[in-house]
């Protein structure tokens, strides 16, 4: 196992409605990267946070944000959802931004928008 | 056009079959290499960085080409166990201080008994 957690493991939601994902670190690591993993694709970058700091945006919509706090866990806010944002979020924890700093996954958390 | 491109599979092969992934990318500021292994409905995991000079671990063989932005997977004497999706990656610096992973589709394999 990675040490990094998420939760809820399963949430189904509404169109419309908001989401709040959460991710734990790996001990003694600074850096979390959030990834949306649609069926049958392979994970897409949302965000990286490094030091309670967004370092860093793929292309997703302003209804996607973040917070990383002082022990460096982080979540994942979604505002309005839409079916498409159906899919399996992952969360990522590093010891650096460095590229040669390994990510490492946790779980993730399958979103469901009905 | 995808910004890291592997074929989707599914690879059908027999236990003990030698199967070979390859994959292609397009950004040159890619920095760093890696093939994950990923179980259904599981997290993806880090099966091996990948090398210009190669390497190995055991019955698997990675290999990358720079200048032809290409990388490759070999499995020898393939187990049951080795079946998966397998993900070719890539990590980008983006503007100096992000480190992105960007990921292909991924292969499916599925080795028969």
């Known amino acids: 196992e990675t040490g990094v957690t998420q939760s809820p493991t399963h949430l189904i939601k509404t169109r419309g409605q908001q989401v709040t994902l959460r991710c734990s670190s790996q001990?003694?690591?600074?850096?979390v990267s959030w990834y949306q993993q649609a069926l049958g694709q392979g994970p897409q970058f949302i965000f990286q946070?490094?030091?309670?700091?967004?370092?860093g945006r793929g292309n997703f919509p302003p209804r996607f944000s973040g917070l990383q706090f002082p022990n460096y866990s982080s979540e994942l806010n979604v505002n309005a959802l839409e079916l498409d944002d159906s899919a399996l979020y992952l969360c990522?924890?590093?010891?650096?931004?460095?590229?040669?700093?390994?990510?490492?996954f946790g779980p993730g958390t399958r979103l469901t928008v009905l | 056009r995808k910004e890291v491109e592997q074929d989707p599979g599914p690879f059908n092969v027999p236990e003990g079959a030698t199967v070979a992934f390859n994959c292609t990318y397009s950004?040159?500021?890619?920095?760093?290499f890696f093939w994950y292994r990923q179980d259904c409905r599981k997290e993806p995991k880090l099966l091996m960085s990948?090398?210009?000079s190669g390497n190995e671990d055991g019955r698997f063989t990675a290999q990358l080409n720079r200048a032809s932005q290409y990388i490759s997977l070999l499995i020898r004497d393939s187990k049951l166990s080795d079946s998966a999706t397998y993900l070719c990656?890539?990590?980008?610096?983006?503007?100096?201080?992000?480190?992105?992973?960007?990921f292909g589709t991924g292969t499916l394999l599925a080795v028969q008994p």
């Open positions: 990522a924890s590093s010891s650096g931004t460095s590229v040669y700093n390994e990510q490492f």
């Open positions: 001990s003694g690591h600074n850096t």
């Open positions: 946070y490094y030091r309670e700091e967004e370092n």
């Open positions: 950004n040159s500021a890619s920095q760093s």
């Open positions: 990948v090398y210009s």
């Open positions: 990656v890539v990590n980008v610096l983006y503007g100096g201080a992000t480190n992105k992973l960007i």
